[in-house]
């Protein structure tokens, strides 16, 4: 207590300089008194007779479950020589054909869930999958059966197939910097190190079924495995099914796991030539294991490492580049630093730099920025624990990598004793030169060019997607009626100066998530401002030169102290506030919301250094090819087609035009209140009306609506040779004419007939590792896109596939009525997911107030789908898929650039050079 009221003092004088212009902060009944975090959690941790760890953790304020199944085998175990088999053994668990309509995992996981995905670390094979509550016992079997796999479940062309993707996701994921990183990796751990190899390689093109099947049967065992289920479940019951599916399974690992030292740093160098842009200079030291006794340490330095380095290079011109990371995996881990700088001979600077700063990064921190360090990282490990997407595999690590049952508890109780002077000490012994190792990388020279890489297996796959049997006769009948989500309990009230205020309180939850939502985005921007919607937003800071009397002083001391994490978003129509942090202190979470609009200012050093940084950053040309494909979808001249402002656009950012765009735009009439979270709805609403009321309303200025789209004619073909690609990028983009409103349902359930028809580039060909579909909707126009990464080798016949595939869809060939029915079922089960969390929840209100919806609007959106009618689909197709406005972009090296325009048959095309 002591050091919080020495913090208050000081920033008590520093808020208190010279007089302002603002009038008196409001605080209402706030109290500056000690409220610690009472944070519990329900989970339940036990282990089975074969060795499997499961872990329960219900949540009935989801309609969802996610199972996450983690086995402790990663890259780390892969044999001499097949670095990547632990990968490919991943990909081929989801191919077991273990139904007798030969389907397999993956195929079966794809009806039983809304999504499923996997990877693999150094350290694990982490698989998961969310489903609506009433699938998780489907999930668990077919998780049951993802172990008890073997490979006489496993047909070769598929084996074939899975390896080609697998090489052909590496060569995706290949550059001159992942090169660059592997050899420096090497060197830093040492060359035979488990770390130093990569978690894909082509040492696996000629791997063979029976090494896979050795891999599997030596790793893939109940006591190698984790089974993390949380969501809409009745832990009882769950236990119960558990242990009669998987108790039978009784075998053992036989395999020993790969041992992890930790890098031996010393003060050593190295150098290397990349083929990079630019020169690097990487820093290295020690860091703790994940979840080891100095884990909030390591994660406070971090985070003030990054703070400190980016420091300096807004004050050295010559650092062009700062990124501050974590190198290793789970049980062995370091602190990278790394600065791009725009000439080799500086790179000695760049590293005295680093030594410089890093061990004494928290000398005489300002209390706000320890409140902040503070404040972020309990605010993170409240919000990881709620998020429904998260918490899985973040679970999974405290399993992996701890020794105890309390998961993320100690670290809070860490935390809540933690001072700078415990981060001041450790840095200064941890950030030294006798533990480190620096590598200088120095650009070849030469341009960045693409490794040629071609799949192992020299015969094409020609497979048939499996799909789910369904009645054709289904298509021309609603489905039931889905249930309301049940959103809980949402206040509203309107204050006397205009400002709606929505109330969605979460009692068992330990955060708070608050929102201020505005009218205005940066369609709003006259085209002589652009950027200023964003600008107005970013650069709101508090006034140091604003007297305030000391009473006042003290209070916003504290308030400054309470760790409140700020966030902005400009979207087209909308600006959001956001402030989140732990429920405890609810209410001055709320306070700085209001504290932010109604005393805070723009500084005019600080808009200089945003207008010279703006100039700086769009000074880079943009990318021609992009340009005229939204010129092409749009028109010319359409601001969604208009590069950012470059140079001399920025000169009207002033201070004075930021304050006239606040007092006119950040106004009580239209704007919108949210706060979810853990608080008591009866007092918050006394202090939302003590803040926020008080509030003036004043005219604000109505936005000019953006000129509709004015697509150009086509079909329209944009080429562009870049010799540094790996793959080659197909884009089909269309420009839309249906209504993004009233035709959403019948849009949702188009794009995943796309998807479903699209499965062929992958599954039948093995020429991508996915296909992504989207629509992307504003108030000046929308275009519904199709992008895919493609096999250079079998990427002209993968283009046309997509192409005529689309096609199809458009005049209703194939199997629409079947298509329909799946399509349908898959759009309606994902608009009737929730998963509920306090930043979802609020995500889904922030949505309501933007687009002007009801609260209840996603209900809304699920009885559409059910209705929806293959007529309505086929009409939105019709008009979202037309050849005469579709834009197809392909980036490649020349020769496969040329070969897929052809094969595309595209005419009049337009080349760049990247």
Request: net charge negative; hydrophobic share 40%.
């Amino acid at each position: 207590m002591t050091s919080r009221l020495l913090w208050l003092m000081v920033l008590a004088t520093t808020t208190s300089a010279c007089l302002g212009v603002r009038g008196a902060p409001r605080f209402g009944a706030m109290r500056t008194d000690s409220r610690p975090l009472e944070f519990r959690h329900d989970i339940r941790l036990y282990t089975v007779d074969n060795g499997m760890t499961v872990v329960l953790l219900p949540d009935r304020r989801t309609n969802l479950v996610t199972v996450d199944a983690r086995y402790l085998v990663g890259a780390a175990d892969d044999p001499a020589g097949r670095a990547g088999l632990a990968h490919l053994v991943e990909h081929l668990t989801f191919e077991a054909r273990t139904d007798k309509n030969r389907a397999s995992i993956k195929d079966l996981l794809g009806e039983a869930a809304l999504y499923n995905n996997a990877f693999t670390s150094h350290d694990v094979t982490h698989y998961t999958a969310t489903a609506l509550a009433h699938r998780l016992q489907d999930v668990l079997e077919l998780e049951a059966q993802r172990l008890e796999m073997n490979c006489e479940l496993l047909d070769d062309a598929v084996f074939r197939r899975e390896r080609d993707v697998v090489l052909e996701e590496s060569a995706e994921r290949r550059t001159p910097w992942s090169d660059l990183n592997l050899d420096v990796m090497r060197t830093v751990w040492g060359e035979h190190h488990p770390y130093a190899r990569g978690l894909g390689t082509r040492e696996v093109s000629n791997a063979t079924r029976d090494e896979v099947c050795g891999f599997l049967g030596n790793h893939y065992a109940p006591d190698r495995l984790m089974l993390v289920v949380t969501g809409d479940f009745d832990p009882d019951q769950a236990a119960q099914v558990i242990a009669k599916r998987f108790a039978q399974d009784t075998w053992k690992s036989n395999a020993r796991r790969a041992p992890v030292q930790e890098a031996r740093l010393t003060g050593t160098r190295s150098r290397h030539r990349a083929d990079v842009e630019d020169a690097v200079a990487m820093v290295f030291f020690p860091a703790p294991p994940w979840g080891g006794d100095d884990a909030v340490l390591h994660m406070l330095a971090l985070n003030q490492f990054r703070r400190v380095m980016g420091a300096a290079a807004e004050e050295e011109d010559w650092i062009t580049g700062v990124d501050v990371s974590t190198a290793g995996a789970g049980q062995a881990r370091l602190i990278r630093v790394m600065l791009s700088v725009d000439d080799p001979k500086r790179l000695d600077a760049a590293v005295d730099e680093v030594f410089e700063r890093a061990p004494t990064m928290f000398e005489e921190v300002h209390p706000y920025v320890a409140a902040r360090l503070l404040g972020k990282l309990q605010t993170g490990y409240v919000a990881t624990y709620e998020s429904f997407e998260d918490r899985g595999a973040w679970l999974g690590d405290y399993l992996t990598y701890t020794r105890h049952d309390r998961f993320m508890v100690p670290e809070l109780e860490v935390l809540s004793r933690t001072s700078m002077v415990d981060a001041d000490r450790y840095a200064r012994e941890r950030f030294v030169r006798n533990k480190s190792h620096v590598a200088l990388v120095e650009p070849s020279g030469k341009p960045a060019t693409a490794t040629p890489a071609t799949v192992a297996s020299d015969r094409e796959p020609d497979l048939a997607s499996w799909r789910a049997p369904v009645d054709a006769k289904e298509a021309q009948q609603p489905l039931p009626a889905p249930t309301s989500r049940g959103h809980g309990t949402v206040e509203e009230q309107l204050l006397d100066n205009g400002l709606r205020v929505l109330l969605a309180p979460d009692p068992t939850s330990a955060l708070v998530d608050v929102r201020l939502v505005f009218p205005y985005g940066d369609a709003a921007d006259p085209s002589e401002r652009r950027g200023r919607a964003v600008a107005a937003a970013s650069l709101l800071e508090p006034d140091p030169n604003h007297l305030y009397a000391t009473g006042d002083s003290l209070l916003i001391g504290w308030g400054l102290s309470t760790g409140t994490q700020l966030d902005i978003d400009v979207s087209e129509t909308s600006t959001v506030f956001v402030a989140r942090g732990a429920s405890n202190l609810a209410d001055w979470h709320v306070w700085r919301l209001s504290w932010l609009i109604d005393q805070c200012v723009y500084s005019s050093n600080t808009v200089t250094a945003f207008r010279d940084g703006a100039v700086r950053a769009s000074s880079k040309d943009a990318d021609p090819a992009g340009v005229l494909g939204l010129q092409l979808l749009f028109g010319a001249g359409h601001p969604y087609a208009t590069p950012p402002p470059t140079g001399e656009a920025w000169s009207w950012l002033t201070r004075d035009e930021l304050e006239r765009y606040r007092l006119t735009h950040y106004v009580p009439r239209g704007a919108t209140l949210l706060v979810t979270g853990g608080f008591d709805a009866a007092a918050m609403r006394k202090h939302v009306q003590t803040l926020f009321g008080p509030w003036s309303d004043a005219p604000s200025e109505r936005p000019v609506p953006l000129p509709a789209a004015q697509p150009e004619w086509g079909p329209s073909w944009v080429g562009t040779r870049d010799a540094a690609r790996t793959q080659v990028g197909l884009e089909v983009a269309f420009a839309t004419a249906s209504d993004p409103d009233r035709n959403l349902a019948a849009r949702r359930v188009l794009s995943e007939m796309v998807r479903d028809r699209l499965r062929i580039v992958r599954e039948g060909m093995g020429a991508s590792y996915g296909v992504q579909v989207s629509y992307a909707a504003g108030t000046g126009g929308g275009a519904f896109y199709i992008e895919s990464e493609l096999a250079p080798a079998r990427a002209a016949k993968a283009a046309s596939a997509i192409v005529s595939e689309i096609e199809a869809l458009r005049t209703g060939a194939g199997t629409m009525a079947e298509d329909f029915v799946r399509a349908r079922r898959r759009a309606l089960a994902t608009a009737m997911a929730d998963t509920a969390d306090v930043s979802a929840r609020a995500d889904r209100l922030e949505y309501s107030v933007r687009k002007g919806l009801p609260i209840d609007h996603l209900d809304q959106v699920a009885l559409a789908i059910s209705k929806v009618t293959p007529a309505e689909v086929a009409a939105v197709a019709a008009a979202d898929l037309d050849a005469r406005h579709r834009v197809v972009s392909v980036s490649a090296p020349g020769d496969r650039l040329d070969e897929v325009l052809t094969a595309l048959k595209a005419t009049e095309t337009r080349i760049f050079d990247k």
